[in-house]
């Protein structure tokens, strides 16, 4: 069974960082595009960055130049650098991959989410 999992969540000052994890598991062939979104209370979920398996790199306006996307095929994660944290980046940020799995339908796969609180 195919998961995603993300970690590295928590509350930050303005002004700090935070760097998020999605690491995939279960018995995959490959996994093509990953990507970051965020969702905030009363808003509807954003997209926040987006990478592909070639390293190819999309990001929201709002993030340019303060986050960065990477992943490590190797270990089937993503990361997501996050500097110059705002108030407004105060959301649930989730990971999703399109997953080729041993068994089971190729597809869009999503995690639970890790809250991310900028606050001071």
């Known amino acids: 069974q195919v998961q995603l999992v993300e970690s590295g969540g928590g509350l930050v000052q303005p002004g700090g960082s935070l760097r998020l994890s999605c690491a995939a598991s279960?018995?995959?062939?490959?996994?093509?595009?990953m990507g970051w979104y965020r969702q905030a209370p009363g808003n509807q979920r954003e997209l926040v960055a987006t990478?592909?398996?070639?390293?190819?790199?999309n990001y929201a306006d709002s993030v340019k130049g303060r986050f960065t996307i990477s992943r490590d095929n190797v270990k089937n994660t993503a990361y997501l650098q996050m500097n110059s944290l705002k108030p407004e980046d105060t959301a649930v940020y989730s990971c999703?991959?399109?997953?080729?799995?041993?068994?089971?339908?190729?597809?869009?796969?999503w995690g639970q989410g890790t809250q991310v609180t900028v606050s001071s």
């Open positions: 279960g018995s995959m062939f490959s996994i093509d595009g």
């Open positions: 990478i592909t398996r070639g390293g190819s790199t």
């Open positions: 999703n991959a399109y997953i080729r799995p041993l068994y089971g339908s190729q597809g869009w796969y």
